[in-house]
């Protein structure tokens, strides 16, 4: 029997096909399968290293993949059939929280050093404000880079920028750009900034070719970044086999949080396999351990990955990435907001999986009047999550 849930152990079952992309926080996915977490829990699973998240959502969306290491915005885009045919997808496991960060170029930032009063102006986006101000019709326009038009990253940036007055869509341009080759970007000027998980933030202080301004914490609090997403329908088909899944990476989540593992992490995650990359490169991500510069991470702001806040699904998140997606003019029409988390945020699915009992405000809904207000507040920039992040709720 599991020590994590009460359901049986999985006897049998044909192979999973579970995508990832070669990121950090894909570690669980790894730990499961390399320690052997998916097969305690009689689960056969066979990694797919993809390139994309396209490439993700696609292939979870015709069956290719039957799950996958995915954005938490992910499975609510591919469900409202944004960008992608609809297809219905969920999630019952949140991978991890925080990680994000807005990093500019050396040449960028020297430009916000001329324009401000002090380390806050540069922090809060005023002397970027005083900078486009400035700007001629005929000066190019900066461009920043995000992972994917539906994620925290894009959704993170534009919520600065328009903190700070600054429209998205008219006074520059937001491009996408891969995590890896985000540094890269920087280093040839092709981008002046982005938003992107770690370490693509840290390794830009490292090389010396970038600043880092602001982490995801610091503008949204504690949120989740990465679930294990999949095809609905293979969901319904193969419930014990999922069930069984989500208790095998719950265990790889702790794992990967408890520090004496740390070594032997980075070992694995390093193979081709993977992420392909050295050991050195990839402790940014993992422990306390950042590159010296002007700008220190809060504790906070780390990545975690082990915990039930952090694991499982948090349909107020859903309810505030599909507000960012009407903010920005992403939804033709507005879906429907409870029946969207009930179906994509299964959280149900998540206490049976670990036999744990389901808090009552689990089950705990907005009217359609209270949701209409919500995306209204949102759009009029008048609504903040709480600093300490979505479990304490909004700030209006």
Request: aromatic letters at 10%.
């Amino acid at each position: 029997m599991s020590v994590f849930g009460s359901s049986k152990v999985i006897t049998h079952s044909e192979p999973v096909r579970v995508g990832f992309i070669p990121l950090i926080d894909c570690a669980p996915f790894v730990v499961a399968h390399e320690k052997g977490f998916f097969s305690a829990e009689g689960v056969q699973v066979t990694l797919s290293k993809e390139a994309s998240w396209a490439s993700i959502r696609d292939k979870v969306a015709f069956n290719v993949l039957d799950g996958a290491h995915m954005l938490a915005s992910l499975p609510i885009a591919a469900s409202l059939g944004i960008g992608t045919v609809k297809t219905a997808m969920e999630t019952s496991f949140t991978v991890s929280h925080n990680g994000n960060a807005i990093t500019v170029s050396n040449a960028l930032y020297q430009k916000l050093l001329s324009n401000s009063n002090g380390p806050e102006d540069i922090r809060s986006g005023a002397a970027l404000k005083r900078l486009l101000d400035k700007k001629e019709p005929t000066d190019p326009a900066l461009r920043f880079a995000i992972v994917y038009p539906y994620s925290s990253h894009n959704y993170q940036l534009r919520d600065w920028l328009a903190q700070a007055g600054i429209d998205p869509d008219k006074d520059l341009q937001i491009i996408v750009v891969s995590p890896a080759q985000m540094v890269d970007y920087l280093k040839k000027s092709e981008i002046d900034g982005y938003c992107v998980g770690e370490p693509w933030n840290s390794l830009a202080v490292e090389q010396g070719v970038g600043h880092i301004l602001v982490t995801g914490y610091d503008l949204w609090g504690s949120t989740p970044e990465k679930v294990f997403g999949v095809n609905s329908l293979w969901a319904a088909q193969h419930s014990e086999v999922y069930l069984a899944m989500i208790r095998a990476l719950n265990r790889a989540c702790q794992w990967v949080d408890d520090k004496q593992n740390q070594a032997e992490l980075l070992t694995i995650l390093s193979h081709p396999d993977y992420l392909n990359c050295s050991a050195e490169q990839l402790m940014y991500g993992f422990n306390t351990l950042k590159p010296k510069g002007q700008f220190d991470w809060p504790m906070e702001a780390y990545q975690r990955f082990s915990g039930v806040d952090i694991n499982r699904p948090l349909p107020n998140y859903a309810l505030w990435i599909m507000a960012q997606m009407s903010r920005w003019q992403q939804l033709a029409q507005l879906p429907p907001l409870n029946q969207i988390v009930e179906q994509v945020y299964r959280q149900d699915l998540y206490y049976q999986a670990l036999g744990l009992a389901r808090p009552e405000e689990a089950g705990r809904k907005i009217s359609e009047e209270q949701e209409k207000a919500f995306l209204t507040a949102v759009t009029a920039n008048r609504v903040q999550l709480h600093p300490d992040g979505v479990l304490h709720g909004l700030r209006f």
